[in-house]
């Protein structure tokens, strides 16, 4: 509920004041334009969402309210019901009313059902209705009634108005990169409507893991975006694309700096027409600094080669390590998520910030940069000590035992390596003595290299012979003191067996009309009051376009196949 302060309400009527003049032009237009405009007023002057949907049921009920009232009073002819209307007539002596009658009721009537349900089965009787209503009133011999555009146009005006003020972000994604169509499925998920552009002759197929042509992985990322085709590189389309910008929350780019501001219509000429627009920019380099003008293209390799994240992963050189002594990538789109989850979390300080200012702002984020922060003490040690930080495998500069060791049923992570959560992992292993060994018996002592490579060894001709569910019960038995860190490492068969992921949502088995049965990664986010939720996933490029360019821009089917004929879409 939203609660209006005398304070505010003075001041409103303060304002609206100098109006009057404008109210009374309106009124002569009929009440239906005089309705859309409060509608309006609430929505731009309240809190969005709840501003307007308050609106939208005080007009419900004033309107039902009256129409019970005409249709039970004493009956009259008529004429009668119209009396007070104004009519305009011309010399011919025809002419028209413009009185706030059934017509108008039934707009306001049906466009409101529309709004509070959503099913668009409502708007189709919502129309016949309202011109049913019209049709008897001229069947009656009353002169046609103005109330019927009135009510028309107050039905479309809500519509109009509920877009605006529609639930959640309206975030538009102009994207050509995995970081943005990757790691920005968490908007849709917190309830956002997102409208995904592609080219007309987009490829997303890539090389490898496909089902219908699209990249396994991004069905489960691309749930719950609209996606349309748009070309940027036609005038016509930069058109269509300016106008979604003015009713969206938020906009996402992943072009080389500098290629939307070419086109017109980057964060300088978007903010002007828009202030309250947040624009998410991802990049290779960023948006400014000294390369952020070589517009170099962003993959989720070379993120992760600037990142400095390759340089430290995989196995030492040397004769024992072979060709697996070089730098490794991770195995998964590392820097696609990171860059899009710190996209995501920008985005949403942003939108706090416009929520009490009102003011939108660009977020600049680069992929390469995200993975920085995952590097820990990587950069700020060599800042510190001037070493560089080198690929070590199994082991670790700063702690050990921290490291994965052998099994009886496969690999397992293993640590211990303060003084006192060493003597217990020694313990555990029914080995005391190796915590008085010299080589091991401080941390100063257990990171030196040579040491690392005997003591590793030493733990693995215990575990060996152990399984993890063995390895595992000895370390919760132990009574201390120390603590020791032990886990399996998995394989993804494993990890699809787990009961506890199932029952925490992690994942979930979903037959689409698309892609037939499949098994997807669920959000990761638990939420008590807005848990969420999937509402589809991938779908083929261009499979909303009727749904966007009808629905919120209104082109029509006719202007939708010129534009789809001319290569625009």
């Known amino acids: 509920m939203v609660w209006f302060s005398p304070e505010a309400v003075q001041a409103a009527q303060s304002a609206l004041a100098p109006l009057e003049p404008l109210w009374v032009a309106l009124t002569r237009l009929g009440d239906g334009p005089l309705y859309i405009v409060a509608v309006g007023f609430l929505y731009w002057c309240v809190d969005k969402a709840r501003g307007f949907r308050l609106g939208m049921l005080l007009l419900i009920s004033a309107e039902v309210s009256t129409a019970a009232k005409e249709a039970f009073a004493s009956p009259r002819p008529p004429r009668d019901l119209w009396r007070d209307s104004m009519v ?6 025809g002419g028209f009313g413009l009185p706030s009658g059934h017509a108008q009721s039934a707009g306001v009537f049906w ?23 019209s049709a008897s009133r001229v069947a009656l011999g009353v002169h046609f009634p103005g109330d019927v555009a009135g009510g028309l146009a107050l039905a479309g005006g809500l519509l109009v108005l509920e877009w605006r003020a529609g639930p959640g972000v309206e975030a538009f994604v102009k994207s050509k990169g995995a970081r943005a169509r990757v790691g920005l499925a968490l908007l849709p998920g917190l309830a956002a409507l997102a409208v995904f552009a592609w080219r007309p002759t987009a490829d997303i197929a890539g090389s490898a893991g496909l089902l219908l042509g699209f990249p396994l992985g991004y069905l489960a990322e691309g749930r719950n975006k609209h996606y349309i085709t748009l070309s940027l590189e036609a005038a016509e389309g930069r058109d269509l694309f300016r106008q979604l910008a003015r009713r969206a929350d938020v906009v996402i780019e992943a072009y080389p700096p500098g290629q939307m501001d ?21 990049s ?28 430290i992963t995989g196995e030492p050189e040397g004769a024992e390590a072979g060709p697996a002594g070089v730098p490794t990538k991770a195995g998964p789109w590392l820097a696609g998520y990171a860059g899009g989850a710190w996209a995501a979390f920008g985005l949403l300080g942003a939108l706090h910030y ?8 660009m977020v600049d984020v680069t992929p390469a940069e995200s993975l920085m922060r995952y590097l ?29 060791i052998r099994v009886k049923d496969g690999w397992a992570f293993i640590a211990g390596y303060t003084d006192l959560n060493f003597r217990a992992l020694c313990r555990i292993m029914g080995r005391p003595e190796i915590a008085r060994d010299p080589r091991f018996a401080t941390t100063s002592a257990r990171v030196k290299p040579d040491n690392e490579r005997a003591l590793r060894a030493e733990i693995e001709r215990w575990s060996v012979h152990l399984s993890t569910e063995e390895i595992l019960e000895r370390v919760l038995a132990d009574p201390g003191p120390g603590v020791v860190v032990f886990g399996r490492v998995e394989s993804p068969t494993e990890v699809l067996s787990r009961e506890n992921w199932w029952e925490r949502g992690c994942f979930g088995r979903v037959t689409d009309p698309i892609y037939g049965p499949l098994t997807l990664q669920m959000p990761v986010w638990r939420m008590t009051g807005t848990p969420p939720r999937l509402r589809w996933p991938c779908r ?10 009808l629905k919120h821009l209104g082109l029509g089917r006719q202007g939708l196949e010129k534009l789809r004929g001319r290569g625009i879409i």
């Open 354 to 361: 416009r929520h009490e200012t009102g003011q939108g702002q």
């Open 284 to 311: 290779a380099r960023g948006h400014f600094g000294p390369r952020a003008a070589e517009g170099t293209p962003e993959h989720d390799l070379t993120s992760q080669a600037a990142s400095g994240l390759t340089f």
């Open 376 to 404: 820990e003490y990587t950069l700020l040690w060599h800042h510190v000590s001037g070493r560089i930080r080198e690929r070590i495998g199994y082991y670790d500069l700063a702690v050990f035992p921290y490291t994965f």
């Open 540 to 549: 083929p490029v261009g499979h909303h376009n009727e749904d966007v360019y």
């Open 262 to 282: 070419a086109w017109g219509i980057g964060y300088r000429q978007l903010a002007p027409e828009h202030p309250g627009l947040i624009y998410v920019a991802l």
């Open 88 to 93: 305009l007539r011309d010399p011919a002596g």
């Open 111 to 133: 466009g409101g059902l529309w709004l509070l349900w959503r099913r668009r089965w409502l708007l189709l009787p919502g129309l016949l209705f309202t011109a049913g209503v």
